[in-house]
């Protein structure tokens, strides 16, 4: 094997290269830029210890999204020159985000000390879209600030980066191990560097069987009165899709829509939300042009790009991510085998609703609010002490990796949906035995045989715990000095008022957190109000845009179990009118950025 010499190449410092709330998000034309990708993962290896990267082993992949292959063939060049041992990549270059974690912690017994995952999550993709790129550690989980302010600080000094001076050539088209002879350039020494494809699906799929009943899943899936739709967006959720559903649960191939991963996600933005994700909005019977009533399905469900965030739908019925992460929370230990001995603590970012507190505090169990981001919770849950986490933001996931999990949290609700189904039947049988005649439980009499849908699950929830009604206006692409000035004045409002309306103020702050496991302070991170009947309105600015500003607007207020089932069942955007006012007004939101209305309302 002749070898390939490690190049030292020049380069300079690039501005704003600073990792956002997960990762280095921009659009692709950035990322094409000389040196762009270069500097940040020179940066990134010059911010780990070169004893660990040395012979280590790292993942490499991502959502599939354009500019993928490209960034793959470098990163691999740069990797072999800089001392890395191997690099798993999955086939076609694709890896799910909670996959990359997933092998980094298992795979070879969690041989991987790392990886980069690309991606730009939910942000659509193409020439002239979005591409990003992150740094996940050895606990599978995002790079923690302290690690992603050193890769921040590196990019403003670097004066030369190190790359394999040939191209490697890999076929990324099936599973297959290539090994290479590099110069690492520190000791100018020769090695051993392989590149392994493999199966993207494998370990993911392993971790799962070891969380869920797959029979009970099964059994669901083949109920004749059951009906299913996923939509995988175009991104990189299809073959997990495909692989979990149809393969292993039985599931009709129809049931699965967009599954076909594509670089520009079909051409749509692949969020999955109530506007975003309209083809699924409308199957399910929602939306602006809902399918008819007889076609909806019982179950629908979407995954963003990178398949870390998710959408649970039921019968014309949405299932806000606050609520979804509550319901997981109540139903784990029943439900879920990987929880059978119970949770051991809960945690939501500040802006997700209070839905999950209740739930923990009925089940007497510790519930941990940190900033926006899913690298917060990483420490909690290595340190035992949180086993289920939720954000606003349609991201849910547990302790199983340390990534949000799309796949994970639709198979969580098809197991809530399975256990609720048999604890109704068996009920259902043993009450016609003893005494025919009387009806189970629920707002309607209901034939043991009768599914029991997604709402009714939801809205019993509510009349045992209350309703945490809850909004997010999403005002996109605006200009960064106006943004600014919404949250400056808002800022400037948490010390002066006391009494907006007839809401009257408790606490107005922007929150800052001390993590309880490594004592660090992250402060800065929303502004908030809490009125004194429970109510919140909380600002931020999104960390995930890729230009301009992204104003999140977050409203919430609780209805308590007694205040009956009209007050719970309420159209949740009429209830919140009012509020929805109130923050309008405290961030003199029309003046201040000439928009009307929000771009997304979830
Ligand atoms: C990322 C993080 C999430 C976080 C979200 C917030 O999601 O992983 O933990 O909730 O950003 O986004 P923003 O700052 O725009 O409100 P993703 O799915 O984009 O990786």
């Given at each position: 094997?002749?070898?390939?010499?490690?190049?030292?190449?020049?380069?300079?410092?690039i501005?704003?290269?600073?990792?956002?709330?997960?990762?280095?998000?921009?659009k692709?034309?950035?990322?094409?830029?000389?040196?762009?990708?270069e500097?940040?993962?020179?940066?990134?290896?010059?911010?780990?210890?070169?004893?660990?990267?040395?012979?280590c082993?790292?993942?490499?992949?991502?959502?599939?999204?354009?500019?993928?292959?490209?960034?793959?063939?470098?990163?691999?060049?740069m990797?072999?020159?800089n001392?890395?041992?191997?690099?798993?990549?999955?086939?076609g270059?694709?890896l799910?985000?909670?996959?990359?974690?997933?092998?980094?912690?298992?795979?070879?017994?969690?041989?991987?000390?790392?990886?980069?995952?690309?991606?730009?999550?939910h942000?659509?993709?193409?020439?002239?879209?979005?591409?990003g790129?992150?740094?996940?550690?050895?606990?599978?989980?995002?790079?923690?600030?302290?690690?992603?302010?050193?890769?921040?600080s590196?990019?403003?000094k670097?004066?030369?980066?190190?790359?394999?001076?040939?191209?490697l050539?890999?076929?990324?088209?099936?599973?297959?191990?290539?090994?290479?002879l590099?110069?690492?350039?520190?000791?100018?020494?020769f090695g051993?560097?392989v590149?392994q494809?493999?199966?993207?699906?494998?370990?993911?799929?392993?971790?799962?069987?070891?969380?869920?009943?797959?029979?009970?899943?099964?059994?669901?899936?083949a109920?004749k009165?059951?009906?299913?739709?996923?939509?995988?967006?175009?991104?990189?959720?299809?073959?997990?899709?495909?692989?979990?559903?149809?393969q292993?649960?039985?599931?009709?191939?129809?049931?699965?829509?967009?599954?076909?991963?594509?670089?520009?996600?079909?051409g749509g933005?692949p969020?999955?939300?109530?506007?975003y994700?309209?083809?699924?909005?409308a199957?399910?019977?929602?939306?602006?042009?809902?399918?008819?009533?007889?076609?909806?399905?019982?179950?629908g469900?979407?995954?963003?790009?990178?398949?870390?965030?998710n959408?649970?739908?039921?019968?014309?019925f949405f299932?806000?991510?606050?609520?979804?992460?509550?319901?997981?929370a109540?139903?784990?230990?029943?439900?879920?085998?990987?929880?059978?001995?119970?949770?051991?603590g809960?945690?939501?970012?500040?802006?997700?609703?209070a839905?999950?507190?209740?739930?923990?505090?009925?089940?007497?169990m510790?519930?941990?609010?940190?900033?926006?981001?899913?690298?917060?919770?990483?420490?909690?849950?290595?340190?035992?002490?949180?086993?289920?986490?939720?954000?606003?933001s349609f991201g849910?996931?547990?302790?199983?990796?340390?990534?949000?999990?799309?796949?994970?949290?639709?198979?969580?609700?098809?197991?809530?949906?399975?256990?609720?189904?048999?604890?109704h039947e068996?009920?259902g049988?043993?009450?016609?035995?003893?005494?025919?005649?009387?009806?189970?439980?629920?707002?309607?009499a209901?034939?043991?045989?009768?599914?029991?849908?997604?709402?009714?699950?939801?809205?019993?929830?509510w009349?045992k715990y209350?309703r945490?009604f809850y909004?997010?206006?999403?005002?996109?692409?605006?200009?960064?000095?106006?943004?600014?000035?919404?949250?400056?004045?808002?800022?400037?409002?948490?010390?002066?008022?006391t009494?907006?309306?007839?809401f009257?103020?408790?606490?107005?702050?922007e929150?800052?957190?001390?993590d309880?496991?490594d004592?660090?302070?992250?402060?800065?991170?929303?502004?908030?109000?809490?009125?004194?009947?429970?109510?919140?309105?909380?600002?931020?600015?999104?960390?995930?845009?890729?230009?301009?500003?992204?104003?999140?607007?977050?409203?919430?207020?609780?209805?308590?179990?007694?205040a009956?089932?009209?007050?719970?069942?309420?159209?949740?955007?009429?209830?919140?009118?009012?509020?929805?006012d109130?923050?309008?007004?405290?961030?003199?939101?029309?003046?201040?950025?000439?928009?009307d209305?929000?771009?997304?309302?979830?």
């Open positions: 094997m002749t070898g390939i010499a490690a190049k030292v190449v020049a380069t300079q410092p501005s704003g290269q600073k990792p956002g709330t997960s990762g280095l998000r921009k692709v034309t950035v990322f094409q830029q000389a040196n762009y990708l500097n940040f993962v020179q940066s990134t290896f010059d911010a780990l210890p070169a004893e660990s990267l040395t012979g082993t790292l993942v490499v992949s991502g959502d599939g999204r354009y500019y993928s292959k490209p960034a793959i063939a470098t990163i691999l060049r990797a072999a020159a001392g890395v041992g191997k690099v798993w990549v999955g086939v270059g694709l799910s985000t909670p996959a990359v974690s997933a092998v980094i912690r298992n795979r070879n017994g969690g041989e991987a000390y790392g990886g980069f995952i690309l991606t730009a999550s942000n659509p993709g193409g020439p002239h879209e979005d591409f790129i992150k740094y996940n550690c050895e606990n599978g989980g995002p790079a923690p600030e302290k690690l992603t302010n050193t890769i921040y590196n990019t403003g670097l004066s030369q980066y190190y790359i394999a001076a040939e191209e050539d890999v076929d990324l088209s099936k599973p297959g191990s290539k090994r290479f590099v110069q690492h350039h520190a000791t100018a020494k051993e560097f590149v494809v493999i199966d993207p699906v494998e370990d993911y799929l392993k971790l799962l069987h070891k969380i869920y009943d797959f029979g009970a899943l099964r059994k669901l899936l109920r009165d059951f009906t299913f739709t996923f939509d995988g967006m175009h991104g990189v959720a299809g073959p997990y899709a495909r692989r979990i559903f149809v292993e649960l039985g599931a009709d191939p129809a049931c699965l829509m967009n599954c076909d991963p594509r670089e520009d996600f079909g933005h969020d999955p939300n109530l506007t994700a309209k083809e699924l909005v199957a399910c019977g929602l939306g602006d042009h809902p399918a008819p009533a007889a076609q909806l399905p019982d179950f469900a979407a995954c963003d790009g990178d398949a870390d965030r959408m649970i739908l039921g019968k014309a299932v806000t991510p606050s609520d979804s992460i509550a319901l997981i109540a139903y784990a230990q029943e439900a879920i085998p990987y929880f059978r001995s119970g949770l051991k809960v945690a939501r970012s500040m802006p997700t609703s839905a999950l507190d209740r739930v923990a505090a009925g089940k007497n510790e519930c941990f609010e940190v900033p926006t981001g899913w690298k917060f919770f990483g420490n909690l849950m290595d340190a035992g002490r949180c086993s289920l986490c939720g954000e606003e849910t996931g547990s302790d199983h990796v340390r990534e949000k999990d799309g796949l994970w949290a639709v198979l969580a609700w098809l197991s809530i949906l399975a256990d609720r189904n048999v604890a068996e009920l049988q043993k009450l016609a035995k003893l005494a025919p005649g009387l009806h189970l439980p629920g707002g309607k209901k034939a043991a045989s009768e599914l029991v849908s997604v709402e009714e699950i939801v809205k019993d929830h009349a209350g945490n909004t997010r206006y999403d005002y996109e692409g605006v200009d960064s000095d106006k943004a600014d000035g919404v949250m400056q004045l808002l800022v400037k409002k948490t010390k002066d008022i009494q907006v309306k007839h009257t103020i408790d606490t107005a702050d929150f800052s957190y001390t309880p496991v004592g660090s302070v992250s402060a800065h991170q929303g502004i908030r109000f809490l009125f004194t009947d429970g109510s919140r309105v909380i600002f931020r600015l999104s960390g995930t845009g890729s230009s301009g500003a992204t104003i999140r607007m977050y409203v919430e207020q609780y209805v308590a179990p007694n009956g089932p009209e007050r719970l069942h309420a159209d949740a955007a009429a209830a919140l009118a009012p509020l929805v109130v923050a309008l007004r405290l961030s003199n939101m029309k003046h201040l950025t000439g928009r209305a929000p771009t997304v309302i979830t």
